[in-house]
């Protein structure tokens, strides 16, 4: 049933990956979404998401052999960027983005506390509070006009908000729950 | 008499030969990064490229978004990035961007627009400031290898002044690296958002495509752009370009960056075999000086030899004929 199509994610540096898959899952701007083999074309702006590509089970281009138990999973920590979907191509385009194995989970939680901390310090500026490392769906609350989704994380990547999720984001890629 | 010319020129053979060896090796040096940064190069071009994808897809279907998007018509605060590098010895790689950029700013300012600066590398930040303009912002150590977190830092500085108006325009020049052959120093639109025509032609011509974003609102008339019409866009096409300025801006100065790495390194790599051959071609020279010299004053020290013996000869007692010159001597001397 799953039609492999090509996916890739890639950062300026280079490309993180690349290759036929069944599935990719991520979160855009506006809610969480997954994309199958002949989705329509679609632009969107990324939230700070984890990336989850399966990677297409049989032998690649194989006519999609209905494997219902399907390849490996593989997650990326993506730092906020665009997702382009034309002609069975789905490229993540990311300024960062990391390979969950690739994640040094020390260091995120690290980062988590102080990001914590200076939230603390500099108030909520842009961003509702979120708790856990659970990415809950949409809350465009509290005052003013917060940025929120690809908002925070494009135009205010400096900000403790963002740096709160992003780290969040890298915990939850890298399979380490941050109560753990 | 003899011997001082040669020492001199020994010493000045010592000299030029330490010279050869530091300019060997910084061509060398540069060769090997010049490898890299292709590469780095090459690694970069999927992302570019996929920021481009997005921002024609998304310009195309934005309504009312001009601020974001093609040529201004009247500017009258600009900013300028222009990339250099930190170090000199590298020909006329600084100096070519640094005039360019210097004419540029000249036209332009007939026009009616006021320019300021941000420069990459210690080169541009010395002229700007003894040429007297103003440099809003100046980095250095990025250019021998650039980062994409150096090119966001760079970014930042004239993402701010645009998103909040007081720029209408930002433009780039740098070295762009064609080939390992081929370089060319070339001026951008770097925001707004180059339109298509402007991106595809690379170079900038003035007031030459401003591409009317209106008409591509309504449905209606879309049919003739084909496909681009069957997007979906997440959240709105005006709300993604607005999320797509910071991101393009720093696609393309990473880019720029890394180009103007490479055809640094190029340059400097050029500038530094001419500058080995130059020293190995001094050497020679000083060498066949050194030993003409040397040649000369043996040459005279055997004339003396062999003046003085034949005086002896002359005024010593006839019958004796050619003895050896010792035996001369020291009768002489006896």
């Given at each position: 049933m799953a039609t492999p199509f090509h996916a890739e994610v890639v950062t300026p540096e280079r490309v993180l990956f690349a290759g036929e898959v069944d599935e990719v899952l991520m979160?855009?701007?506006?809610?969480?979404?997954?994309?199958?083999?002949?989705?329509?074309?679609?632009?969107?702006?990324?939230?700070?998401?984890?990336?989850?590509?399966?990677?297409?089970?049989?032998?690649?281009?194989?006519?999609?052999?209905?494997?219902?138990?399907?390849?490996?999973?593989?997650?990326?920590?993506?730092?906020?960027?665009?997702?382009?979907?034309?002609?069975?191509?789905?490229?993540?385009?990311?300024?960062?983005?990391?390979?969950?194995?690739?994640?040094?989970?020390?260091?995120?939680?690290?980062?988590?506390?102080?990001?914590?901390?200076?939230?603390?310090?500099?108030?909520?500026?842009?961003?509702?509070?979120?708790?856990?490392?659970?990415?809950?769906?949409?809350?465009?609350?509290?005052?003013?006009?917060?940025?929120?989704?690809?908002?925070?994380?494009?135009?205010?990547?400096?900000?403790?908000?963002?740096?709160?999720?992003?780290?969040?984001?890298r915990l939850q890629a890298a399979g380490a729950s941050e109560s753990a | 008499m003899a011997g001082g010319e040669e020492r001199e020129l020994r010493r000045r053979i010592r000299s030029v030969g330490a010279t050869r060896k530091i300019t060997r090796a910084m061509e060398l040096i540069a060769a090997s990064e010049m490898t890299r940064a292709q590469g780095r190069i090459a690694g970069s071009r999927p992302y570019v490229q996929g920021i481009e994808k997005v921002l024609a897809a998304t310009a195309a279907e934005a309504v009312g978004a001009e601020r974001f998007l093609g040529r201004p018509e009247q500017v009258d605060q600009a900013l300028l990035v222009a990339i250099v590098s930190d170090r000199g010895l590298a020909g006329g790689y600084n100096n070519n961007v640094l005039r360019t950029a210097l004419r540029h700013i000249r036209e332009h300012e007939r026009d009616g627009t006021t320019y300021r600066l941000v420069t990459v590398g210690r080169k541009a930040t010395s002229f700007f400031t003894f040429n007297g303009r103003e440099v809003l912002e100046s980095y250095t150590k990025m250019t021998d290898r650039p980062t994409f977190a150096d090119a966001r830092r760079v970014a930042e500085s004239i993402v701010g002044p645009f998103l909040a108006g007081e720029v209408g325009l930002v433009e780039l020049i740098s070295t762009r690296f064609l080939s390992a052959g081929s370089q060319r120093v070339e001026t951008r639109q770097l925001l707004p958002l180059p339109a298509e025509d402007d991106r595809a032609e690379g170079e900038r011509t003035a007031g030459a495509s401003h591409r009317d974003a209106a008409p591509a609102g309504e449905g209606g008339d879309e049919d003739s752009s084909g496909h681009l019409a069957l997007y979906e866009f997440e959240p709105s096409?005006?709300?993604?370009?607005?999320?797509?300025?910071?991101?393009?801006?720093?696609?393309?100065?990473?880019?720029?960056?890394?180009?103007?790495?490479?055809?640094?390194?190029?340059?400097?790599?050029?500038?530094?075999?001419?500058?080995?051959?130059?020293?190995?071609?001094?050497?020679?020279?000083?060498?066949?000086?050194?030993?003409?010299?040397?040649?000369?004053?043996?040459?005279?020290?055997?004339?003396?030899?062999?003046?003085?013996?034949?005086?002896?000869?002359?005024?010593?007692?006839?019958?004796?004929?050619?003895?050896?010159?010792?035996?001369?001597?020291?009768?002489?001397?006896?």
């Open positions: 979160r855009t701007d506006v809610g969480e979404i997954a994309f199958l083999a002949h989705h329509t074309e679609f632009v969107g702006a990324l939230d700070i998401t984890v990336v989850t590509v399966r990677a297409a089970s049989g032998e690649e281009g194989a006519g999609g052999a209905p494997a219902e138990a399907s390849g490996e999973q593989q997650r990326f920590a993506v730092h906020g960027g665009f997702v382009h979907m034309a002609n069975n191509r789905l490229s993540v385009l990311a300024g960062v983005a990391e390979r969950a194995e690739e994640i040094d989970v020390a260091r995120a939680r690290t980062a988590l506390e102080a990001a914590r901390e200076r939230l603390g310090r500099e108030g909520p500026p842009s961003a509702p509070d979120r708790r856990g490392a659970e990415p809950s769906t949409a809350e465009p609350e509290a005052g003013g006009t917060p940025l929120t989704g690809a908002r925070l994380a494009l135009l205010a990547p400096a900000s403790a908000a963002a740096a709160l999720r992003r780290a969040e984001v | 096409p005006e709300e993604l370009l607005q999320l797509l300025v910071p991101q393009y801006a720093e696609a393309v100065l990473y880019q720029a960056l890394l180009e103007a790495s490479a055809s640094e390194h190029t340059a400097r790599q050029r500038a530094m075999a001419s500058a080995t051959e130059n020293a190995d071609e001094l050497i020679t020279t000083y060498r066949r000086a050194m030993n003409r010299a040397r040649q000369e004053s043996i040459t005279t020290e055997i004339m003396e030899i062999v003046g003085g013996a034949e005086a002896l000869r002359h005024s010593g007692s006839s019958d004796r004929g050619r003895s050896d010159l010792g035996d001369a001597l020291e009768e002489r001397t006896a």
